[in-house]
């Protein structure tokens, strides 16, 4: 057997180790066209909840380019369904980042798979003006309707479209956010100037809620609740300003003298500055074309955009386990 030269055989190592180490940069890059499930930290991906044209987009922050969106009218939404997606209020990752799960004022609520586009469940929740939705550890949903004053559970049944089963009101005044706490297995809501905190049944044929306790907080006029980034904490915006609530000691501080604000959302470092939806408003233009830190500076501007909120789009480990698969409660 003939033996290479040893400088043949070093030349050679180091052409496969350049081509191991190539391939492996280009497995861990997303293109603009494509949509980061992962969660990985060099792609930098916001989701909105857009009113523009009633649809939800994810956009990519370094490119400025829409690389996802899903609107109802296209989708598998029945025709005399869209008519319960006017005015897209939310929109948040959910399933490790696989699906993204959207509602609208009049009513409309969605799980959306981002691989296909697919609406997997949708549901009408009452004309109480829906903004927020939150997915439940069994797969159930709860929603919060402001002018309704409600919370509502639906059980997650992916069996039929639209979903017309099971429902249940507990009643809160301007019903705004939900958010599960995965930590403590508990349902926060922020309402007036109290933030209450509702244990889950965990009944599949027949979900409810139970309050459980409640925090006075320093301001009224709750509007978006939601988890700090590698927090035990919550983030919340009031008709004049921002809060971080500490939920082990339950402190509330103030973080911006920021007003209008309808959406706040951080991340893991410097590189994903904590940002905001402020309305243009407080009448009638609700929305923005661009998307702010709590300098007030702008991280993103979509020329037309009408964003009612906007969300980093990174695996949510306060609120969920990291699962992948819908979970339907049975």
Request: proline share 3%; net charge positive; with cysteine.
């Amino acid at each position: 057997m003939k033996t290479l030269p040893i400088k043949t055989m070093v030349v050679a190592g180091l052409i496969a180790v350049c081509m191991i180490q190539c391939s492996k940069s280009s497995a861990g890059n997303t293109t603009p066209n494509e949509i980061d499930t992962t969660g990985q930290k060099d792609v930098r991906q916001i989701v909105f909840a857009d009113q523009s044209v009633n649809r939800v987009v994810i956009a990519d922050v370094d490119t400025k380019n829409v690389v996802w969106e899903w609107s109802p009218a296209t989708s598998n939404v029945a025709p005399g369904d869209v008519k319960w997606f006017v005015n897209m209020s939310d929109a948040k990752p959910v399933y490790n980042n696989k699906y993204i799960l959207a509602n609208a004022s009049t009513g409309g609520v969605a799980l959306v798979r981002i691989a296909d586009k697919k609406t997997v469940f949708y549901a009408y929740g009452g004309n109480g003006n829906v903004h927020s939705t939150e997915v439940l550890p069994d797969g159930n949903l709860v929603i919060a309707a402001s002018t309704g004053n409600y919370l509502m559970l639906l059980r997650m049944d992916t069996s039929a479209l639209p979903y017309t089963g099971y429902t249940k009101k507990i009643a809160v005044n301007d019903a705004h956010n939900v958010v599960w706490d995965k930590k403590r297995q508990e349902l926060w809501t922020a309402s007036k100037n109290k933030l209450y905190g509702f244990t889950y049944n965990f009944n599949c044929a027949a979900p409810d809620l139970t309050l459980k306790d409640s925090v006075t907080l320093p301001a009224s006029g709750c509007h978006d609740l939601f988890s700090v980034y590698g927090k035990d904490s919550l983030w919340l915006s009031t008709s004049s300003k921002i809060w971080a609530i500490n939920l082990q000691t339950k402190a509330v501080t103030e973080q911006s003298a920021l007003a209008r604000v309808k959406s706040v959302s951080s991340g893991p470092n410097e590189n994903y500055p904590t940002i905001l939806m402020q309305s243009i408003d407080t009448d009638q233009q609700w929305y923005n074309d661009k998307v702010i830190d709590l300098k007030g500076n702008t991280v993103l501007q979509l020329a037309g955009l009408k964003a009612y909120k906007g969300r980093w789009m990174l695996v949510n480990s306060f609120s969920y386990d990291g699962t992948s698969e819908v979970r339907v409660c049975k």
